[in-house]
């Protein structure tokens, strides 16, 4: 034994010269490294990438516009012409913009000016371009996912954080709380909220700037959040009286720094996984509503209200079918995608298969 | 167990009074009562329909008469002469609908409950049946081809929102192959496609925690001794693996019936099926606010009674299980 403590001079640098020659790893490193391993997540996650790039730059793409009607183009089926992909009648119309989007349209107008994309994809019953009407649908669904998953990320992560750390009396009322919201059927509440949203829209949207959309994210949002709270509150709890929590006291860290340096990251990963099975619960959510006429309202495009033309267009006389097929499969490529991408890192992230395979 | 069960009923009745009373509040709190349509109605017409409905008392005397069996009357608060409009929801009774006005919710519920209540049965049966069996397939042909295209199958199921499974469904036995009639409501054939569309994602996720429960019970000791002792292997599956595997199965149908009963709002839509859900949306759209809260707490009490049934399932089930800890 004494010898081993006895290490002076050239052997303790010796030593740690030796120690200097091996890396750590962090989490995220191995977490990438067995990430990308995985073909199937990996494959997901470059797909999703390239997708919201595509959705993103919608309105510099040389589509046509997603609201523009041409009535003697009705019900027309896809068909890819290859000596005329793109034809010429772009008309600038669509809903009020945003400036960003805006610059994008203009962008695209001095770029290729008058020529769109012909329909590959077909038309629907006005007319319009399917094609478009499905990257603008994206936009409108990826964007409620976003905030609305946003949403649940504050409210859950700060009232699960608070609950595990308090802990004893106010957590087991915080917890309790919690309870009660999970056994009330959630939709029908939303619906209702939504439809007494609707008879003050125009207040709210005079008064307070605050349009349907907004309190569409924030009520999705507060309904999600439920989850999140638990399993970050089962997280802290279970890292809070954990050994390099004390270890990281004993050396004298202060309260914020375990908690920001220490615990943080611990629960970060937990959350990553979370919020990506939480996307696509939302989306389908988003989907749900605007299928009932509860959501997103025309002129403005999402998935759900394309899944609405869809099925209003089955009928046994005259079959539009890409009106089903097309929008079912952005939608269930990117639901897939992110389901998918979700399993890979839950099992990158978790820290029991760390350093292994 | 009593005291669970004690327990669980004290904070049912708290939950449903908070849910209750925030949206009587707010249903209230709306400008426009339920009553004001295209034109104007005559002065007199209103202050007697208003009259009908007890609108015109007070907000507070108004909320007691929702809540229950209170004997309130035009004069006074307590002790009036008991000729109440309806019971209040503590009676079950709840009220007059808005918008179809010679039924009461009562009426709408009683009509719509047993269909929606068979359409969920039919998707549950298909959920389970289906989801068990692909479950226990892909669990012992681990890793194979058919457990990679059944798991494939399984996240298909649920990435995709039921309507568009409906569609696909429609599509295929309705307009191809003509098994089924499109829409609507009386016998079992009416019930076949949406059945499936509505627990086609159920049935994806019971498969998937089959799988998993199944795969953890398979490298137990006791399926060892069991598959040691020479116990036939479908034996060893049915009769010493299922039970075990079962369990993550039998606490996800909870949740999965108050999914089952959500995603008829949108099924009932597509097949055109007259089931409390169809009435529930038009609700929301009519503003007919009793007939939305009325089918609002009764899907609060279904589900909530649901999950502690299941709850109580559980212990039955698994012995390590003690109700006093959850």
Redesign the interface.
Known sequence: MAERWDLKGRDLELLLSEAETYKGESLWQDAWRRLRRNRAAFACLVFLALFALGSLLAPALPLPSPVTLTLDDEYRPPAVDFSALLVPGFRRDYWELGWIDERMVDLRVAVFGDWQTAPWLGTDGKGRDLLSRIVWGSRTSILVALAATLCSLIIGVSYGAMAGFLGGRIDNVMM?IV??LY???F???V??????VN??RTELEDQFGINRETVFYVVIGAIYWLTMARVVRGQVLSLRNSEFVEAARVVGASTARIVFIHLVPNVLSVVIVYLTLTI?AVM?FE??LS????GIEPPKVSWGLL?VD??EG?N?IK?D?WL?VF??LA??LT??A???LGDGLRDALDPKLRGKD | MIGFLLRRLL??A??LW??VTV?FF??RA???GPFDGERTLNEAIERNIKARYHLDWPILKQYFQYIGPFNLDERGWFGGDGTRPFGGVLTGDFGPSFKYRDFTVNDIIAQSLPVSVSLGMVALMWALTLGLTTGVLSAIYRGRGVDVALRLLA??G????N??I???L??LF??ELDWFP?AGYGSLRHLVLPGFALGAPFAAYIARLTRTGMLEVLSQDYIRTAHAKGLAPRLVILRHALKGGLLPVVSYLGPAT?GI??GS??IE??FAIPGTGSH??NS??N?DYTL??G??IL??VL??SL?TLVDFAYTLLDPRIRLEES
């Open positions: 309790r309870d009660i056994s009330i059927p939709i029908f509440v619906i209702f909220l939504i439809t007494i008879e003050y696509p389908l989907a749900f299928f009932l006429g509860l899944a869809g099925t089955i046994p079959l079918w089903v929008p079912a939608m269930g639901l897939l992110l389901n998918v | 904070w049912f708290i939950t908070i849910v949206s707010l249903m709306v400008r426009g996240t298909a649920i990435a995709l929102p309507f568009v409906a569609g696909f429609i599509i309705v307009f499109v108050a009963l959500t709002l949108v839509r597509i529930f949306v929301a759209t503003r939305s809260m089918v609002t899907y609060t589900v909530y999950n």
